[in-house]
């Protein structure tokens, strides 16, 4: 509304104005020429005003648009963030869960090992005596079996027993204090 009464008052003060020196009779060409510049300046400026109302116009218009697209993305990013929200607090729920139990899994999980820590020896032995000889190792074996029987015998044959007592040509020379001062 201000536009307007602005631009119906830059209109009228030339109009007047012309009227006046009209009604006057006065013939000053001059002060004719430029009331009427005047007014045609004024025109001007009243048709820069319209094009600026409808520049403001427009623009106001693109920022109310604006504004309705950011809050819809804003409205989105915040929708994203409780979801993201919601999933961090899933997954802290589950990781206490899975502490509380890690200790009994742990503990599951050494019994098992040690389990088959034990077991493992003796299925090597299974699977060791599960296989048959090859034809060229009975010689072989029958050489350990007389080896085995001779080192469990009270009396060995093919093995010397073992002695504490020194070899027999070399001296023998118990061990000495190591204070006695002999070097």
Same mark, same amino acid.
């Given at each position: 509304m201000?536009? #307007?009464k =602005?631009?119906?008052? &830059?209109?009228?003060?030339?109009?007047?104005?012309?009227?006046?020196? @009209?009604?006057?009779?006065?013939?000053?060409k001059?002060?004719?020429?430029?009331?009427?510049?005047?007014?045609?300046?004024?025109? !001007?400026?009243v048709? +820069?005003? =319209? !094009?600026?109302a409808?520049?403001?116009?427009?623009l106001?218009?693109?920022?109310?648009?604006?504004?309705k697209?950011a809050?819809?993305?804003q409205?989105?990013? &915040?929708?994203?963030? @409780?979801?993201?929200l919601?999933?961090?607090?899933?997954l802290?729920?589950?990781?206490?869960?899975?502490?509380?139990h890690?200790? +009994?899994?742990?503990?599951?999980?050494? #019994?098992?090992?040690i389990?088959?820590?034990?077991l493992? *020896?003796?299925?090597?032995?299974?699977?060791?005596?599960?296989?048959?000889?090859? *034809?060229?190792? !009975?010689?072989?074996l029958i050489?350990s079996?007389?080896?085995?029987?001779?080192?469990?015998?009270? =009396?060995?044959?093919?093995?010397?027993? +073992?002695?504490?007592?020194?070899? =027999?040509?070399?001296?023998? &020379? %118990?061990?000495? %204090?190591?204070?006695s001062?002999?070097?």
């Amino acid at each position: 509304m201000n536009a #307007h009464k =602005r631009m119906i008052l &830059h209109l009228a003060i030339p109009l007047l104005a012309v009227l006046l020196i @009209a009604g006057c009779g006065s013939e000053d060409k001059r002060l004719t020429q430029a009331l009427r510049l005047q007014a045609e300046t004024n025109q !001007e400026m009243v048709r +820069l005003n =319209r !094009e600026v109302a409808q520049g403001i116009s427009q623009l106001t218009k693109e920022n109310a648009e604006f504004r309705k697209e950011a809050l819809a993305l804003q409205k989105e990013l &915040h929708t994203q963030r @409780a979801e993201i929200l919601v999933k961090q607090e899933r997954l802290d729920a589950e990781r206490r869960q899975l502490l509380l139990h890690d200790p +009994l899994v742990a503990k599951a999980t050494t #019994h098992v090992g040690i389990t088959l820590a034990c077991l493992l *020896p003796v299925g090597l032995c299974w699977f060791l005596l599960q296989r048959p000889p090859p *034809p060229s190792v !009975e010689q072989d074996l029958i050489a350990s079996d007389l080896l085995l029987d001779d080192l469990t015998s009270a =009396r060995p044959v093919l093995i010397a027993p +073992l002695t504490l007592d020194p070899p =027999r040509g070399l001296p023998f &020379h %118990p061990e000495t %204090p190591s204070g006695s001062g002999n070097s």
